[in-house]
């Protein structure tokens, strides 16, 4: 597998790569506009060498010899060469028996003037020439030359600072830059080894994150605080959970385990064998509710599909079921309106009675008085109601009331798992609802809020718990619970 490099060798090496383009560029343009001005000037000077020599050639006509020794003496080298011939008619001393020109330089300047340098700037140092060639008349042509020598030696004393100081750049650029990624990236790698430590299952570890700074790094040490912590609520949940839901098998099952060891001691009739399996059907069918509360409980925690049902056709089956529950008792159902114009919203026909058959059981098993079943629209939004006239949890126990296994400390002894306001929860929230339980004029808002839901407008005296649920028009114009901003608990 191909191993990458550090993040803080990487760092350093973008930053030298970048630094080096940057400084070759700089210097570049800075060798540029020396050469240019040294050029030139070296052509200013040629200019007038080749206005003298046309001078001297047109006072001297037919010999050229003593045009160039008409010449101020300086360090021009002149020749007079004849373009038919290509024989040097005069020269200057240092330039004498050779050709500046070649065959087909000489051709071109017959016509047009001619130049180019000699040598090259960093191999030849002793023989670099630029040489001028025009035409003087029909047939004589002259070239004249200056050396590059002191030009050159400018320009590879330039280039040589130039490289100096540009290594020198960018070695002091990689060790500060060295520096500060490892000054950077240090508190990302105390985080590291902090968070080896919540990996190795050591809890109750926060990241060392300094007070009052504001970057990217210490964002980042917040966040991952903030996550661990919500980890941490999280495996607490997990950890009750568990407790609770084996605390909640463990009753049936150890009563199954009894009833079946009681019946196997010893022969007994038929009728206290159908009294057993009595009893065992009553404890397997609490095992069953169980199991269907959680397996409806995860689906509606990982519902993904869109869903669409009547809540009013569903409050009319609610009604019901709580009519057959109190059947032979003093307590009365009222649902309101009756009947019940149509009412879509966001949670499908078996969610919805899911979440009214577990508000009616809970109505029905842990308050007391008559059961008012109600349904109102409001804006966006279609509220569903159960009220009671029992006094409800206490105070302290609503914000856990739909936390899974969670029970009222007076409702551990009676029917029921804990789980039923948490599947309705689960539900109102998966259809990007809110649910609401309020107890005596105390009206408290599970997480997350809805943006734009209905204030609460029920009776101050007893239990009610509403379910406040968008229309189905209005949750595909407003998106998807998921968008919503989570809150906490107001």
Known sequence: MHRRLPLRARLVAG?????????????????????????????????????????????????????????????????????????????????????????????????????RDLGNLLLDEDRRLRIRAVPLDDRLVGVTALSLGQRDETLRELLAQLTTANLSALLLTAIVGDRLARAALRPVERYRQQADRVAGGEMGVRLDVPAGADDEVTRLGHTLNRMLTAQEAAAQRERRFLADASHELRTPLTLLSSRVELALRRPRSATEYEQTLRRVGED?????????????????????????????????????????????????????PTPTPPAPVAVSDTGLDQMLGNLVDNAVRHG???????????????VLTVH???????????????????????????????????????????????????????????SPDTDGAPPCDHS???????????????????????????????
């Open 388 to 446: 009671d006239d029992g006094p409800g949890p206490p105070s302290d126990f609503l914000p856990h009331a739909i936390e899974r296994f969670r029970r009222a400390d007076e409702a551990r002894s009676g029917p029921g798992s804990g789980l039923g306001l948490s599947v309705v929860h689960a539900l109102v929230v998966a259809a990007g609802g809110e649910l609401r339980l309020c107890r005596d004029a105390r009206h408290h808002r599970y």
């Open 15 to 115: 930053f030298v790569v970048v630094m080096l383009v940057v400084l070759t560029a700089a210097a570049s343009f800075v060798f540029w506009r020396v050469q240019v001005a040294l050029d030139n000037r070296l052509d200013d000077d040629l200019d007038a060498q080749v206005q003298e020599l046309r001078d001297a050639v047109g006072a001297h006509p037919g010999d050229s010899a003593a045009a160039l020794q008409a010449l101020p003496r300086g360090s021009a080298l002149d020749q007079v060469v004849d373009r038919r011939t290509g024989r040097v008619l005069a020269a200057s001393p240092a330039v004498a028996g050779r050709l500046l020109l070649t065959r087909q330089d000489l051709t071109r300047a017959a016509r047009d003037p001619v130049q």
């Open 284 to 336: 397997t069918a609490r095992l069953v509710r169980l199991a269907d509360q959680l397996l409806d409980l995860e689906r509606a925690l990982h519902a993904t599909a869109p869903a669409r049902g009547d809540a009013a056709a569903a409050l009319s089956r609610a009604a019901q079921r709580a009519h057959a529950a109190v059947q032979g008792s003093p307590r009365t159902v009222l649902a309101h």
């Open 460 to 490: 101050e005296h007893g239990t009610t718990v509403s379910a406040v649920l968008p229309e189905q028009s209005a949750r595909l114009t407003q998106g998807t619970p998921s968008a919503r901003s989570d809150r906490g608990h107001r």
């Open 368 to 382: 007391a008085g008559d059961i008012a079943l109600g349904l109102r629209s409001s804006g966006d939004f279609v």
